[in-house]
């Protein structure tokens, strides 16, 4: 073999401890961007769930999960007003309808004032086994059983993330939550590890077809869309609007 060869195999095949340095560069940049990747993820859990440090609970309030009303959950059930909330728990529009509206549709329950229906969708989810809407309105579905939907649900809310799909919604995070607002059994725990209410999840989300709903927030009093007429969500017009519906 000429020297010139030589030195082409050589150049080509290059120098071992060379190889190996940059391979082990390449390691260290994936390691470091996992560590800060994961760090980052659990600050912004860790802050997040921190929003419910002084959450106020609204306490124990009996519901039924209603088959004949596509597994929804039914607070007041029989009442002339009756009212159907159909949401996805990470809909940021849910969001922007539950913190002014939230309240009120709570004081028609605690009050007795009106049947309302909560309806947990789950089609914002990536559809994976980790899927994030699945594991909350299952999430929500365990709270039933506890008797504290109301304040979990709520504070989904609270701390629903800024994106979608983020990973914040997984079981730990979910059984964290329930702690922060008065849940602490095992059998809620293993509720949602075990992801024990998806029938009664793919019921919710399947009734969207019988119910006519293409999209979340989606409210019906006595039946009727509520259509709103302003910009944003107004609770005094969506009172005026229940207020019509009883005369």
């Known amino acids: 073999m000429s020297k010139a060869k030589k030195n082409s195999v050589k150049a080509q095949s290059g120098d071992p401890f060379t190889r190996w340095l940059v391979v082990g560069m390449v390691a260290l940049v994936v390691a470091v961007g996992a560590f800060f990747f994961f760090t980052t993820e659990n600050k912004e859990s860790t802050a997040s769930l921190a929003a419910l ?32 909330v159909f949401e996805d728990f990470q809909c940021p529009i849910c969001k922007l309808f539950e913190d002014p509206i939230g309240p009120y549709l709570t004081s028609l329950i605690t009050e007795k004032k009106a049947e309302v229906v909560f309806h947990p969708l789950s089609f914002l989810g990536n559809g994976q086994k980790d899927d994030e809407s699945i594991a909350a309105s299952n999430a929500a579905y365990c709270a039933v059983d506890e008797g504290r939907f109301l304040d979990f649900h709520k504070a989904l809310y609270d701390v629903q993330s800024s994106a979608e799909n983020s990973g914040f919604l997984n079981d730990k995070n979910l059984i964290a939550i329930g702690k922060k607002v008065g ?59 229940v207020e019509a519906a009883i005369k």
């Open 53 to 84: 440090d002084s959450f106020s609970p609204i306490g124990e309030f009996e519901a039924a999960v209603d088959p004949a009303q596509g597994d929804g959950i039914v607070f007041n059930a029989g009442l002339p007003l009756k009212i159907n």
């Open 183 to 241: 849940i602490s059994s095992q059998k809620f725990s293993d509720c949602v590890t075990n992801k024990s209410k998806l029938v009664n999840v793919a019921a919710a989300t399947d009734s969207m077809t019988r119910y006519g709903v293409r999209g979340t927030p989606t409210t019906l009093i006595n039946g009727k869309v509520w259509e709103r007429q302003s910009p944003g969500f107004d609770v005094n017009e969506f009172k005026a609007a």
